[in-house]
T-cell receptor, first 114, second 114 residues
Framework: SQTIHQWPATLVQPVGSPLSLECTVE??????LYWYRQAAGRGLQLLFY??????ISSEVPQNLSASRPQDRQFILSSKKLLLSDSGFYLC?????????????FGNGTRLTVT | AQSVTQLGSHVSVSEGALVLLRCNYS??????LFWYVQYPNQGLQLLLK??????LVKGINGFEAEFKTRETSFHLTKPSAHMSDAAEYFC????????????FGTGTRLLVSP
């Protein structure tokens, strides 16, 4: 069966420090991968998605970047964190075809920028 | 572009009472619709999905939703609430871009009192 792992579960970082959040998927090949951010009371915002290695699409301009160095690995990064980067970050995957396939989410990373 | 609106950021019910969480969609093409549940500090779990088969969709944990074209609605219901149903619920619509790209509502927090 497929599983998705996200780490760390919680992170407290000072303003201006770098960020690296990692997500890996097991049990499937060539998944679509996604990074969402959830801010309190604002639902989920799609940040990045990827349909293949090295292929990254950004949904909103921001202080973050994403990379996909391997088929089942998705990394969210920042060179210098801002206070506004605080939030709950969720990685997700879906099968590579079809608009009717569900997203499968990791357990998220709670990021607090101080 | 497709979108969903969830009416009511909070819904309170008593244990054993009917649960009704509202979701209205906007779409220029027949949509694919999803309901997800999120427990505190966890990722999102798929409850059910509508993909143009039966209009009444049954999901996990006794939840179901009915797709109504004329009302552009996809409300989530459960006949009898349980304390363990307390969580946040998200409605989502697929963007039909050829690969999976979900747009989420702002969520409804369900509170269940004894």
């Amino acid at each position: 069966s497929q599983t998705i792992h996200q780490w760390p579960a919680t992170l407290v970082q000072p303003v201006g420090s770098p960020l690296s959040l990692e997500c890996t998927v097991e049990g499937t090949s060539n998944p679509n991968l996604y990074w969402y951010r959830q801010a309190a009371g604002r639902g989920l915002q799609l940040l990045f998605y990827s349909v293949g290695i090295g292929q990254i699409s950004s949904e909103v301009p921001q202080n973050l970047s994403a990379s996909r160095p391997q088929d089942r690995q998705f990394i969210l990064s920042s060179k210098k964190l801002l206070l506004s980067d605080s939030g709950f970050y969720l990685c997700a995957w879906s099968v590579p075809t079809g608009s009717n396939s569900p997203l499968h989410f990791g357990n998220g990373t709670r990021l607090t920028v101080t | 572009a497709q979108s969903v609106t969830q009416l009511g950021s909070h819904v309170s019910v008593s244990e054993g009472a009917l649960v009704l969480l509202r979701c209205n969609y906007s779409s220029s093409v027949p949509p694919y619709l999803f309901w997800y549940v999120q427990y505190p500090n966890q990722g999102l779990q798929l409850l059910l999905k509508y993909t143009s088969a039966a209009t009444l969709v049954k999901g996990i944990n006794g939840f179901e939703a009915e797709f109504k074209t004329r009302e552009t609605s996809f409300h989530l219901t459960k006949p009898s609430a349980h304390m363990s149903d307390a969580a946040e619920y998200f409605c989502a619509v697929s963007q039909n871009t050829g690969f999976q790209k979900l747009v989420f509502g702002t969520g409804t927090r369900l509170l269940v009192s004894p």
